[in-house]
């Protein structure tokens, strides 16, 4: 393009006023998205300067003293942070173990079905958990499985089982986490697995099937290595975002009661900088997780480039 | 699917049982997927006493409308809806219009400095100032318990500006260059020719925004602390996780439903405006992720 324009515009002096016009409009359209981005992300990140200094809301951020690394000092301090950061590893790592396989497993099977329209319909069920917010999904766990009145309990007293305090005891309180994010994530996982398999030469299985071979032999020789390289890619992606964690799902299924397991940095964060008004701690604290979260990032991305010739983005 | 020119009876008979087992996986997956949000539905819809005694598991028992009047007749719900309808149109409104603004230009090469305005957006996607500082900058500009707190933190994502401009480089650059010849002006080449032949990925874009709009929580429970601009799922979250939900029982009399059915007649309010768009939005998401993941 700019092989083509470039010598008209040589040749044609007369058009370069309109033309240099024409390139104002570039810069006047993008003006207002860049102020935004220079606004709203910009001015937060250097806001977080204040980690290094002792606030004062009436001095402002650049009046404010440096105190250098003092509030981390005091962060490394808080036996609240060091479980925070554990649970944030905690729940990271286990959801990655129970959430990670099943989108594959399910992308697998809804592939091999033949009726296309039972195929449309499962994925639309499938799907819908996805664009459920989080705080109606804790609205329906808590309708579900608390235990005086969840129906899940309700159904075990009437076998006379006791009650399970899903959302209460600690532990279970993790596998209520695990799997409640299942239900949510594992049908929409499957999209991209799907979209992979579209990208399988069709002639591997017609060959396959000149030769005999059994639908589960295709699955296994065809279809599973047509998708190892998507898995390998998602799997270095989710390591990435190891040490970052969202703040709806640990916050609305989270109560009094286990917040020795729930408590994870975004809702730590949440609790000592909004709820306590300590803005230096909380932001110190988001800042360690931040550059935690881009260590594990740009790692993930070397991995990637080292076992897939391609970053991760 | 199988080749008949090589019926082996054995594989046969091996594929009917492998569709058999693989379509119960699927029947009881997608049940378990539904079985959840049915209960709230039955649970809404029953009579006081099946409540209380826990009978009601995936069927109405006793139908019962009066917990959809409370909520219905609520004027908290209401108000939060109507404001959640407006702020998520005038911000998926704002931020196609920003997130176009910057596409369209990256795509140029003429732009001086194109490479650096890429870098400064697309550091954003790995690297935020934030919770605290987000909400001191919202607070220092005064937008605290205000709509606008809501809508221009969020008005571009940059990941969706990226999936935009990719789209907006596809298209082919003979279709411009003869407007060009004629003189037509950016604002004309974008508006005339290349908007309206982006019109998929642009409702793909639009319906991401809103939805994410839509059940975004976060920012409203940082910001927004006057009970008249609490979006729906700051609302839901206060009847249902904070037990508000009593405050619907006035004027509703002695028949008063029992918080549960009240609850699951909230949480079914805030559920059917997605599931009212559902059948688009899996549509237009499903498409989308195809685009991002082409993308790479």
């Not at chain 1, 007369?14 to 998205?33: D, G, K, N």
């Not at chain 1, 006379?160 to 279970?172: D, G, H, K």
């Not at chain 2, 109507?82 to 369209?104: D, Q, R, W």
Request: proline residues 5%; charged residues 10%; glycine residues 6%.
């Amino acid at each position: 393009m700019a092989i083509s324009t470039k010598p008209m515009r040589r040749t044609a002096p007369r058009l370069s006023f309109r033309s240099l016009l024409r390139e104002w409009q570039l810069y006047i359209l993008i003006l207002v998205p860049l102020m935004f981005f220079v606004t709203f992300k910009y001015v937060p990140m250097f806001g977080a300067v204040i980690a290094f200094k002792e606030y004062n809301i009436f001095k402002g951020i650049w009046e404010s003293p440096w105190v250098g690394f003092e509030t981390f000092r005091e962060v490394f301090q808080m036996q609240g942070f060091y479980l925070a950061l554990r649970n944030t590893f905690m729940l990271n790592l286990l959801d990655l173990l129970v959430s990670f396989p099943l989108p594959i497993i399910l992308a697998i099977v809804l592939n091999e079905l033949r009726v296309q329209w039972f195929k449309k319909g499962v994925q639309m069920v499938l799907y819908l958990p996805h664009f459920i917010s989080w705080v109606i999904i804790g609205g329906i766990a808590i309708q579900l499985l608390s235990t005086n009145t969840g129906i899940v309990n309700n159904v075990l007293k009437s076998f006379n089982i006791q009650a399970i305090p899903f959302l209460t005891e600690p532990i279970l309180w993790v596998f209520t986490y695990l799997g409640i994010g299942i239900w949510q994530s594992a049908g929409w996982g499957t999209i991209i697995y799907l979209a992979a398999l579209t990208g399988i030469n069709k002639d591997l299985y017609e060959a396959a099937d000149v030769d005999g071979a059994s639908r589960v032999r295709k699955i296994w020789h065809i279809t599973m290595p047509g998708i190892k390289p998507t898995i390998i890619i998602l799997l270095i992606i989710n390591i990435g975002h190891m040490a970052s964690i969202g703040f709806d799902r640990p916050f609305v299924l989270s109560n009094p009661l286990v917040t020795d397991v729930s408590e994870v940095i975004s809702t730590y964060v949440y609790k000592t900088g909004i709820q306590s008004a300590r803005y230096t701690i909380a932001t110190a604290i988001g800042l360690f997780q931040a550059v935690i979260g881009l260590i594990f990032l740009l790692s993930a991305d070397f991995i990637s480039r080292k076992v897939n010739d391609q970053g991760i983005w | 699917m199988t080749s008949p020119n090589h019926p082996s009876i054995r594989t046969n008979r091996t594929g009917k049982l492998l569709d058999i087992v693989l379509i119960l996986v699927v029947t009881i997956a997608s049940l378990l997927c539904l079985a959840p949000m049915i209960h709230i539905l039955a649970l809404s819809l029953s009579g006081n006493s099946a409540i209380m005694s826990g009978k009601v598991t995936l069927i109405p028992i006793d139908m019962d409308w009066t917990a959809y009047k409370a909520v219905f007749g609520n004027d908290q719900m209401i108000r939060s809806l109507v404001f959640t309808i407006g702020m998520v149109s005038l911000f998926t409104m704002i931020a196609m219009t920003m997130t176009v603004m910057a596409a369209y230009p990256l795509t140029k090469k003429q732009l001086k400095g194109r490479d650096l305005f890429l870098f400064v957006i697309v550091v954003t996607m790995f690297f935020s100032g934030g919770m605290i500082p987000e909400y001191l900058l919202v607070k220092n500009l005064n937008l605290l318990d205000s709509i606008w707190s809501l809508i221009l933190p969020g008005a571009i994502n940059a990941f969706y500006l990226l999936i935009i401009k990719t789209f907006f480089s596809s298209i082919p650059l003979e279709l411009e260059e003869s407007a060009r010849m004629d003189g037509a002006s950016h604002f004309r080449i974008l508006l005339g020719i290349i908007l309206p032949l982006s019109l998929p990925v642009l409702a793909t874009i639009s319906l991401f925004y809103a939805v994410g709009r839509w059940n975004g929580f976060m920012d409203a429970l940082l910001y927004i602390t006057n009970s008249n601009l609490y979006p729906l799922q700051l609302r839901l979250y206060e009847m249902v996780m904070n037990s508000q939900v009593n405050s619907m029982l006035e004027g509703i009399g002695t028949a008063a439903p029992v918080p549960e059915s009240l609850k699951a007649a909230s949480i079914m309010f805030a559920t059917l405006p997605i599931l009212l768009v559902y059948p688009w939005l899996q549509r237009y998401f499903v498409s989308g992720m195809m685009i991002g993941a082409v993308k790479g």
